[in-house]
């Protein structure tokens, strides 16, 4: 452990999976703290033993999301009325888009370099006659018209880490980002970002549970949008029958039902990764990872272009053999779509052993380039 000193040697400590593994691929799930198991057994044996009917259950279940929605804002650095709690970052993605109520006339903006948890929800708008502009990741600042009406981009590219433009600030249109691969890896201010829209995922960055995540609607997006499937969670009062109106803070695009299991064990998670310092934990997982692409540059490996963030990503031959063989020692990354790539992942809980065991398992390629970029 080069960074944080003993605070980051005691949360790598935390996650058992690390005693065995070089887990580096937390870009797809993060690993599990022992406290997140023993949080989601506790409220699954109080289920059991309690049963789950009348107010004291409810009432505990909207204890849990209410702490949740604060935790997930302090990751966003966004006000708690403003934050919805959804299962993942496509939930959240579709659920802005549904609500904007885009027609025919309309645009939308996005990059090249997007998730098909963008793409999916971006291709039933455009069943719909709305069109779907796609520019290079690093212009899509520059690329809004006269009939665009969102543009839709990653925080963090999924393939390369790099940063979208800081240039999103300044645009008149409102700005969703995907932060799959932003919240939890890199600190947010989503004021800062000019993001009017930030949905996010809690089992990556953040080591919640599968079926976990949140969506940052500003006020005034808010105001332009109309949830399309309110339910009783999401409603001012849910007692009004007919008459009964979305709440007007971000709760009106909350996912209904969420398992008391799985908000204990994201709220453990999220305390877990807090206690050494949320600014150690990303300048830990940001050193690493700029280590490992200068060190794959110098094994002749071509590293993408990235940015201060967790993710690096290098050219082979043949990647899903080399996945299997890293996987052989121990080693768990990742190969993206396209079959070029191969991608690592480092968080505040990797270590130095664990980038060693990744070059170790990784032959020297001769003639190849030694720097990253
Ligand atoms: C950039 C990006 N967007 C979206 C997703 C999908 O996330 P979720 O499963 O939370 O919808 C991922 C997952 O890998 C991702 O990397």
């Avoid at 966003?76 to 496509?90: C, I, K, P, Q, R």
């Avoid at 999916?120 to 009939?147: H, Q, Y």
């Amino acid at each position: 452990m080069s960074a944080g000193g003993d605070g980051l040697t005691a949360l790598r400590e935390r996650f058992p999976v690390l005693r065995r593994l070089a887990y580096l691929n937390a870009g797809t799930n993060g690993p599990v703290p022992a406290a997140a198991t023993t949080a989601a057994r506790e409220e699954l044996e109080a289920e059991e033993t309690r049963g789950r009917g009348g107010m004291p259950h409810f009432e505990h279940q909207r204890e849990l999301r209410a702490a949740l929605r604060q935790a997930y804002a302090a990751r966003l650095g966004a006000a708690s009325e403003d934050v919805a709690l959804t299962t993942s970052t496509t939930d959240g993605v579709g659920r802005v888009l549904s609500a904007l109520e885009l027609g025919p006339d309309d645009e939308v903006v996005t990059s090249a370099e997007e998730h098909p948890g963008v793409y999916g929800p971006l291709s039933a708008l455009r069943a719909r006659g709305i069109e779907i502009r796609t520019v290079p990741f690093g212009a899509i600042a520059d690329a809004v018209g006269p009939r665009t009406k969102l543009v839709v981009c990653s925080h963090v590219s999924w393939i390369s880490g790099a940063l979208a433009p800081a240039a999103l600030r300044d645009l008149d249109v409102p700005v969703l980002l995907d932060g799959a691969q932003g919240v939890g890896a890199v600190a947010i201010d989503v004021a800062a970002l000019g993001a009017d829209a930030y949905a996010g995922s809690g089992q990556k960055w953040l080591c919640g549970p599968d079926g976990l995540g949140m969506l940052y609607v500003s006020p005034a997006l808010r105001e332009r949008m109309t949830p399309q499937t309110p339910g009783y969670v999401n409603l001012e009062d849910a007692a009004a029958g007919l008459d009964s109106v979305p709440a007007a803070d971000a709760r009106a695009y909350d996912t209904l039902a969420l398992p008391s299991a799985s908000l204990a064990h994201a709220l453990a998670s999220l305390e877990t990764l807090g206690e050494p310092g949320w600014e150690a934990v990303h300048a830990h997982a940001h050193g690493l990872a700029q280590t490992a692409a200068e060190a794959l540059a110098e094994r002749g490996r071509r590293v993408l272009e990235r940015d201060n963030t967790t993710l690096v990503a290098w050219f082979e031959d043949d990647p899903p053999a080399t996945v299997e063989r890293l996987a052989e020692a121990g080693v768990i990354v990742r190969p993206l779509p396209g079959g070029e790539l191969v991608r690592a992942s480092f968080g505040g809980w990797s270590s130095d052993d664990d980038l060693d065991r990744l070059l170790t398992a990784l032959p020297y390629r001769p003639g190849g380039p030694t720097r990253p970029g």
